[in-house]
């Protein structure tokens, strides 16, 4: 168990030694932008600069919220090698720093070597690890989209460099290149992490993202819970109205559990017509009406699939020690709930009653 715990402590120093490097290379950029909007420019080049300073005090924001979390037990197990991607990150930090020096000792003195400084800071944030940390965004308050702040910066810069080109046509093509980069490298990362169907977490990104609300509601010791959602007799769907029908059933299922439960909780399509959300800080009352106006509200529109309804399965307890240990036996417990369910009809929820 020492041994564990001594691993978990690891991962947590790591994980904030990368946050705080996250951080520190934000910061230096928004130096840069601050000491270039300090200059006589041109009023365009001028406001240009002004922009991003302040897009850069946003995420500078950003890193040190999540750096809190991060300290207060919210631990982010996306890195395989975390230490590979800390040395990743000094480099980053090394070279956005040796800019940062480089624009204190004016070496960068016409518009368009300011540019070619921007381009080198903002390809050190093309780098993977800032994407798949731009994915807890949404436990931070006033950053619920950190990767849409971040398409309007890097189109903010395409558009300048665009206005720029005609006297260096490569400026343009700089721009192009790196909002393709940027396309590039939010897709690969989002590969895998959500279902190409509807939109929601794939088994593999809700363990994802499960694991650092774990590890803060085991610090916290509160009560989670597993929701298993189930589609009824989904095989009629597609045997009677066809594949397009079962997936539009899908999608319709997907959105209308995400309207009805908090933007903390984490929702995953588990298998081809079963759901699963992970609550955090929840009590038995409250869940069971949370399912129960999951389950009447589906199974009282009307859609064009037939009588469509839902079976859920329940199971909480508190987050006392080894979470991974808990969240699986709160699987196991909430299947055993939606069976429950299943055989009692159908069309409602049940919560797991422990002995």
Not at 198 to 216: D, K
Not at 283 to 301: C, H, N, S, T, V
Request: one cysteine or more; glycine letters at 4%; proline letters at 3%.
């Amino acid at each position: 168990m020492k041994q564990k715990n001594d691993h978990v402590h690891e991962h947590e120093r790591l994980v904030g030694e990368i946050l705080q490097h996250c951080l520190d290379i934000d910061t230096a950029a928004l130096h840069i932008y601050r000491d270039f909007s300090s200059l006589p420019l041109v009023d365009d080049v001028l406001a240009f600069f002004k922009q991003l300073q302040h897009e850069e005090a946003t995420h500078v924001s950003y890193w040190r919220q999540l750096l809190k979390l991060s300290k207060e037990g919210f631990v982010m197990q996306l890195f395989e090698d975390p230490r590979l991607t800390l040395l990743e990150l000094k480099h980053v930090l090394r070279t956005t720093e040796k800019i940062q020096t480089d624009v204190k000792r004016h070496r960068y003195r016409t518009t368009e070597e300011m540019f070619y400084a921007m381009l080198r800071v903002e390809y050190s944030f093309l780098f993977p690890p800032f994407v798949e940390l731009f994915r807890f965004a949404e436990f931070v308050p006033d950053h619920m989209s950190m990767e849409k702040e971040y398409d309007d910066h890097i189109q903010h810069i395409v558009n300048m460099l665009k206005i720029k080109s005609y006297h260096n046509p490569m400026l343009m093509l700089s721009g192009e290149y790196i909002q393709r980069l940027w396309k590039i490298t939010r897709e690969s990362n989002n590969k895998g992490v959500f279902d190409m169907l509807t939109g929601v977490f794939t088994r593999q990104g809700f363990y994802q993202h499960l694991r650092p609300l774990s590890f803060l509601s085991m610090r916290r010791e509160l009560t989670v819970a597993i929701m298993m959602i189930d589609v009824d007799f989904f095989k009629k769907i597609n045997d009677s109205l066809g594949h397009p029908a079962g997936d539009a059933a899908i999608r319709y299922v997907a959105e209308y559990i995400l309207q009805n439960i908090r933007k903390s909780d984490i929702l995953g399509r588990f298998g081809g017509d079963e759901f699963i959300v992970f609550f955090s800080d929840v009590q038995a009352d409250a869940l069971l009406d949370m399912a129960e106006k999951i389950r009447a509200g589906i199974a009282a529109q009307k859609t064009g699939f037939g009588k469509l309804t839902v079976s859920i399965g329940i199971a909480l307890d508190v987050m006392t020690d080894e979470p991974e240990k808990l969240v699986e036996r709160l699987l196991k417990e909430a299947d055993t709930a939606l069976y429950d369910a299943k055989n009692n009809g159908r069309n409602c929820a049940k919560l797991f009653k422990r002995e």
